[in-house]
């Protein structure tokens, strides 16, 4: 299987269920800026202090503080990893690449998870992150399509992406994924 991913995919279509499946399976880091902001917010420390209210408007953190976390981790890492929730727009894409150049780790495929709004928006009220409201959902939404979503054609131009049907069970999804890696 494919060793050095990405996912992308609006907020709700299961990303981190899934990346953590995967991940588990095939030794991988699970590398997921949302939970590791998420980390420092709970730990009080100065990053999660400047993050939290962000984050809770549903807007996106700086390019630079997400950038230098994920730096510090690729570059310690020897084996296979996924990225979740990073890349976020293009200026966060182009900044990776180089990075991945000078560590001679080019991304070998981009996962895309489809799912309805309608069905991503049930999905997040159910889960009720502070974060999880419907306000906030909606501007995540808008954000996600006018920051993130210009990263798909990106990459399909590039010629890694695969796109997968985010409806289902947690099991057929993982399997239609794993499909799409071999
Ligand atoms: P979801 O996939 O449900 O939107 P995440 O856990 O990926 O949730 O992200 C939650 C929040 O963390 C985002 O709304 C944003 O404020 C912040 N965040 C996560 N990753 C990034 C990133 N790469 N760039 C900027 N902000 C980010």
């Not at 609006?10 to 800026?33: D, F």
């Not at 939970?35 to 202090?49: F, K, M, Y």
């Not at 990459?155 to 796109?163: C, D, K, N, P, V």
Request: proline share 4%; net charge negative.
């Amino acid at each position: 299987m494919k060793q050095r991913l990405l996912f992308l995919g609006p907020p709700g279509a299961g990303k981190g269920t899934q990346a953590e499946r995967l991940c588990n399976a095939h030794g991988l880091m699970h590398l997921s800026t949302g939970d590791l902001l998420r980390a420092e917010v709970a730990a009080g420390s100065p990053l999660g202090q400047e993050a939290e209210a962000v984050m809770n408007r549903g807007e996106l953190v700086s390019d630079e503080l997400v950038l230098a976390i994920v730096e510090k981790r690729l570059s310690t890492q020897a084996g296979g990893w996924l990225l979740d929730g990073f890349p976020r727009n293009v200026i966060q894409a182009t900044a990776l690449e180089p990075l991945l150049a000078q560590l001679k780790q080019p991304i070998e495929a981009v996962v895309l998870l489809e799912l309805d709004d309608a069905v991503l928006i049930a999905r997040l009220l159910a889960r009720g992150r502070a974060d999880d409201n419907e306000a906030v959902i909606r501007n995540r939404l808008e954000i996600y399509r006018e920051k993130t979503a210009p990263l798909i054609d990106h990459y399909r131009q590039q010629g890694l992406l695969t796109s997968v049907e985010a409806q289902g069970s947690v099991e057929e999804i993982c399997s239609r994924i794993e499909k799409s890696l071999n």
